[in-house]
């Protein structure tokens, strides 16, 4: 079944990623688009847990990174999504309610957790290696900004792609 699971999760990254760079950049705030990778990754480890999440993160984050309108060193997405998803693995249940699915309300502020941090670390990458020429203000605007887009598209994105990633492979996922 990792074949099937492997494909999956690769179209779900690919689709998000082709919304992301073509229709979410039309509604941009402040330049802004939503992240959907990231929320793909995130509910990719709370399905899967936190190795799971800092591969698919990984992964995304090179995709994300070679893909136009990438205008950045590569590598900077790819090390800010493997952090989100070990971050998000972190959050995943071992035992608990519902069969081990997070409330709805841990979901949602794992997502806004993750949203800082993988923003964070894109941004002090950026600032790093001398990418640009953003203050600290800018950047903190980047970080609320995507945050915010991230926590409203959370109830229309996370649902679904969990329960997709939990129906092509049932027995090992725990959320």
Same mark, same amino acid.
């Given at each position: 079944?990792?074949?099937?699971?492997?494909?999956?999760?690769?179209?779900?990254?690919?689709?998000?990623?082709?919304?992301?760079?073509?229709?979410?950049?039309?509604?941009?705030?402040?330049?802004?688009?939503?992240?959907?990778?990231?929320?793909?990754?995130? #509910?990719?480890?709370?399905?899967?847990?936190?190795?799971?999440?800092?591969?698919?993160?990984?992964?995304?984050?090179?995709?994300?990174?070679?893909?136009?309108?990438?205008?950045?060193?590569?590598? *900077? %997405?790819?090390? #800010?999504?493997?952090?989100?998803?070990?971050?998000?693995?972190?959050?995943?249940?071992?035992?608990?309610?519902?069969?081990? *699915?997070?409330?709805?309300?841990?979901?949602?502020?794992?997502?806004?957790?993750?949203?800082?941090?993988?923003?964070?670390?894109?941004?002090?990458?950026?600032?790093?290696?001398?990418?640009?020429? #953003?203050?600290?203000?800018?950047?903190?605007?980047?970080?609320?900004?995507?945050?915010?887009?991230?926590?409203?598209?959370?109830?229309?994105?996370?649902? %679904?792609?969990?329960?997709?990633?939990?129906?092509?492979?049932?027995?090992?996922?725990? #959320?």
């Amino acid at each position: 079944m990792n074949g099937i699971r492997g494909a999956v999760v690769g179209l779900l990254v690919v689709v998000a990623l082709l919304l992301q760079v073509s229709v979410f950049r039309f509604f941009a705030w402040d330049g802004v688009v939503p992240d959907l990778v990231l929320l793909v990754v995130v #509910a990719g480890a709370l399905v899967r847990g936190g190795q799971f999440g800092m591969v698919l993160g990984f992964c995304a984050g090179v995709l994300l990174d070679v893909v136009p309108p990438a205008d950045h060193t590569a590598g *900077r %997405w790819a090390v #800010a999504l493997l952090l989100v998803g070990y971050v998000a693995g972190l959050v995943r249940p071992e035992n608990g309610s519902a069969h081990g *699915r997070p409330p709805a309300l841990t979901v949602v502020a794992t997502v806004a957790g993750c949203s800082f941090v993988g923003t964070s670390v894109f941004a002090l990458t950026g600032l790093l290696l001398h990418e640009g020429d #953003a203050g600290t203000g800018s950047m903190l605007e980047v970080v609320g900004i995507s945050l915010v887009w991230d926590v409203l598209l959370t109830p229309l994105v996370l649902p %679904w792609t969990m329960a997709l990633l939990r129906r092509v492979e049932p027995e090992r996922a725990r #959320a």
